[in-house]
Nanobody, 122 residues
């Protein structure tokens, strides 16, 4: 697999987790983003960050609680998730956009990794 997500786990509501996504070097010339898929629901776009970390996008459901960041030198994408809610429970995936700056109009093109499970209990 080219995209490898990690850092998920089970936490109580109000808790925090930090997800990581490792990918080959060439992915880091693109905007990168996080997606999630809850049981019985479609995959949704959660957050994105452009190549230079100057522009970000967040879905309304996670604004103010999640922070996306990237370390291009270490080929790693992060998602800091604070004040987690039960509705955040899902498998989280990372992917790359088709351009360096497309954070809102994000079209994932890479094969999906295995994802990392996040479970938030009430």
């Amino acid at each position: 697999a080219q995209l490898v997500e990690s850092g998920g786990g089970s936490v109580p509501a109000g808790g925090s987790l930090r997800l990581s996504c490792a990918a080959p070097n060439h992915f880091f010339t693109y905007a990168l983003g996080w997606f999630r898929q809850a049981p019985g629901k479609e995959r949704e776009h959660v957050a994105a960050i452009n190549w230079g970390s100057t522009t970000t996008y967040y879905a309304d459901a996670v604004k103010g609680r999640f922070t996306i960041s990237r370390d291009n030198a270490k080929n790693t994408l992060f998602l800091q998730m604070n004040n987690l809610k039960p509705e955040d429970t899902a498998v989280y995936y990372c992917n790359a956009a088709t351009t360096a700056d497309a954070v809102k109009t994000f079209r994932p093109w890479a094969a999906w990794g295995q994802g990392t499970q996040v479970t938030v209990s009430s």
